[in-house]
């Protein structure tokens, strides 16, 4: 067994934690006030390959497989969990789609500008009626000659007001729902009658615009039809399950700033005439953050790894994503406590971490979906079938 | 043993719930986007007597017993925050210390001001270095001609913005540090009082906290409160205090939060049925339901003893500590019931869950609070334990 | 035209800690790091690169693990590397000597004006060795034909904010300062293609290069540690008393 990562990936993890901590970490406060990440940001990091790392080169991406993916969510949570945010559902989860079951005539159209960042995917799947039950989707998608024509609504998507290229599920059978009758179509902003709606108003992830789409009779060229017809359910659960553990690294990103800024402020703030660094009630709560992230890391590694060498990994995305949130949220939630008033203060980082951790636990498919998702793979292996 | 409310107590309550439904509830959104302190709220709020509720009569409070107090900031708790802890502190900490240890002649000149809400109270101890422990303060009162100089800076001082009168902490007697503490009453305009910098939250955001600067400020000797170097004795109290109401306002919180949860369950369908039929959220439910009805019992329990004039110290710190828990994991679970939704500035429960998280810290942290019950338990052995 | 630009891998200093007390250095970290005034040297040749197409070739001297130096500056844009693979803390100025005899045809060398770590600098004496003219201390640096001309720092102007240029003809050494040229960062597919290419950089030897052990004797040896007195800090006076010290 190593536990060393190849050389590469040192050699990427340095370069990425260096843009990062030069380029977004000045901004990343004025990215969560002024709700919206510069667009120069974007492109520089487009140019560094931020917004293809799992893909081949040849269509721009970084070929660094699902394991520099997660170290590159790792590294960015961190710093800043709103651009991580957009580059999660543009790789993870929009990208990924087409990257799964595309065309290589829609790969070879999209993939090149989406992989520099020159453009930005989003993943649309949930509606106002289905959510954790996304198979209760009711968007239509008519066959009309050469065209489908796309009618509904999509809410909660990331990147909405911003995308260029939308995936977006829709039933074309509906008899058969969505398990067997949905199909997932590329759709570009500019097509008449697609519009997307204004930024939600958000507790966290303030630079990452969340939005309602709607389409009103867009039409779609057949050949935008991602994968095949009927099956877009499984291509999308296919990119959720893979996004998932990429999430998992996200929250061990940010759960270990949480720790580091936990243990830089127990040195420096006195109280009863030494540092609280020698509060057993401190050490204790910094000491429980670091065992809780270093089996974090352990899984979310390990999962990257099932990934890239074709393993089963359903189970292990879930809990990824499950442990990771939990995580994440805790050890925030002990790096305010430790910071005392300080930690409730908008000038200082952890307000915003603590704003922004939470969501983790609800998108991507909820704590509870994920553990329906566990349980059923391992009653699956005893021949019992979970419903959620 | 009798569980129920006197009549007067649901009397009380009543006209509390009523008020809080009628006048606060509608405010609380606005408040948080805002960040503007409720001014009118507060009028209204004074004239149903809220600002003076358990100040005697005699000084133009309402005179409510104790538990019936814990009702009113439960009631305000249910529905904004911030001025349920802001009412919490003008009137545990500040008002309250004036009539605990204030001569006739202070309470007479203080008291009835404050219980009508035309003066508002504020409690400067801590300051950037003192925060748990309050006894390393280092903002100093010399002795002058006819009283003191103050001069220090005292930061997280809530209610300072809103015009009124602070009780101040200063040291009159450097390096004896909790024994050399002296309380003053200071008026916000007073000459080298300067109220600085508005703290900005994740929670509370319609509170006025701020950094007060102390230059030379001159307080006459009438201003003191209790004697000289006895100001600790004055902090204990109103720590108690304020422990309890806190605990009362956490109370109010989570079942607000859990309120917000049930309707949520009850009415979003997914996978064809309620979201309420799935044991997952029936759990989120029935745990936060249980914690409610044991914190009520310790802020029951608490407010029965300091009623009837006995020691509620510990049970205050306890049933603070386990509030600002329950508070905590209420808003924690129920926005997890709201999914997506929880997320949205559209839905009140993320504003509970900011609000909330304050509990935690104001009032002394959890760590304090476990550390005032370990003490209490190790008191009896006859063990005593430090910090 | 040939560029030969020359990098010096050092421990990164963020990842050490001094404990004077002890008398101790310690590592925290053992992370490596291009030298600073290095990687802007590169960049001002990539940036000649990307304006005349010229060869960008990047060499160092040192143990196996200088590879990884040298296997950013391919990712970043040279379009060959080589590493003396030599483990001695031997002058470096011979082996770039010897490795310009082998190379033949180099227009300019660009390197840092110091390292960060030992405060050597290769560049004057090595112009002296393979006689070429020497630019010192640029912060920009740019080829007209077959001139090469610098920006620097006005040594002679008290301000501190006067710059002057200056040209020589090719061939020619220039050192850069660490106020040159903003380094790019490289794409991380590049990063990724570099490390994975067994071939991306070059391995000589001393013998390669046709060097005897003579060239081979460190110049330095290490007998141990021992550190500056600690700083004393200065007194804040008032606005007064400096009147007083001033007024004589
Ligand atoms: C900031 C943000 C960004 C998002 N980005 C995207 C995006 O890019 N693309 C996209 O398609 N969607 C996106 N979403 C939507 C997100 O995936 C959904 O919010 C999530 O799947 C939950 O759905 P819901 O909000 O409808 O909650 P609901 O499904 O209504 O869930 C409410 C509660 O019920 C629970 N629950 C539901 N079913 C069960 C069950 N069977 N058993 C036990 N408990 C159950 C849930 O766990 C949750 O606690 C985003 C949401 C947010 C807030
Ligand atoms: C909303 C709000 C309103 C406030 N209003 C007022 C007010 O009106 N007047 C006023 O005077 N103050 C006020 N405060 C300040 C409040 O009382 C302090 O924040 C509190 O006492 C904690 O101090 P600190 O923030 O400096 O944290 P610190 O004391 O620095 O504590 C940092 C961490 O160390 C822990 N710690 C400290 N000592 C120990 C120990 N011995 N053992 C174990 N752990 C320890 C703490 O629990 C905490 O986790 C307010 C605070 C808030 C958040």
Redo the contacts with the bound molecule.
Sequence with gaps: MNYDLPPEYNALRRMLREFITEEIAPVAKKIDEDSVVPPELIRRMGDVGFFGVPFPREYGGMGAGELGYCIMMEELNRVCPSVATIIG?HIG?GVMSLYLDGSKALQQKYMPDLCSGRKIA?????EPNA???AAGIQMRATLEGDSYILDGQ?M????GPIADVINVLALTDPALGARGGATVFAVEREWAGYTPGKPES?MG?HGSP?SLLNFDEVRVPRENVVGQIGLGFVTFMKALDIGRASLGAATLGGAQASLEASIRWARTRQQFGRPIAHMQSIQFMIADMAAEIEALRALVYRTAWLIDNGRPFIKEAGMCKLLGSETASRCIDRALQIHGALGLSRDFTIERGFRDAR?SE?????N??QR?VIASELMQGVGVRIR? | MDFSLTEEQTMFRDLFRDFAEKEVAKIAEHVDRSEEPPLDLYKKAAAQGFFGAPIPEAYGGVGIDWLSYTLLAEELGKHCLSTAVTIAIHTSLAAMSILDVGTEEQKQKHLPAMAAGEVIGAFALTEPDAGSDPGSLTTRADKVEGGYRLNGTKNWVSNAGLGGVMVVFASTHPGARHKGISAFVVANDAPGVMIGYREKTLGLRGMDIRTVYLEDCFVPEANRLNGENEGWAIVVRAFDRVRLTLAAVALGAAQTALALGVTFAAE?K??GVQ?AH?Q??QNYVADTATDIEALRGLVRHAAWLAGSGQEFGRAASMAKYFGGRVAKDAANKML??????G?SDEYAISRYYRDVRALRLLGGTDEIQRYVVARAAFEEKGLRIQP | MRLLVLLRQLLDPAGMLVNRKAGKVFVNREEYMINPADKRALEAALQIKDATGAEVVAAAVGPARTEDALREARALGADRAILIKEDVAAPAGRFYEALCDSLGDVDLILTGDSALDTGEAVGPQLAEMVNMAFLGNAVQCALEGAVVRIVRRDVRDATQRAYNGVEADLPAVVTVTRSGPTPRYPHGGAIIEMYRDPEAVEIMTAADLGLDDSALQPAVVERGQSFPPEREFGKQMTVEEIAERMTP
């Design positions: 559902a989860i989003a993943f649309a799947l949930t959510g954790s039950d999509k909660w998507i990331t990147n958000k992830l969340t969501i609800i998108f991507e498919g909820t509870e979906i329906i959620p | 979003r997914q996978f979201i799935k997952a959220m997890q019931v709201h999914g997506g939704y997320f």
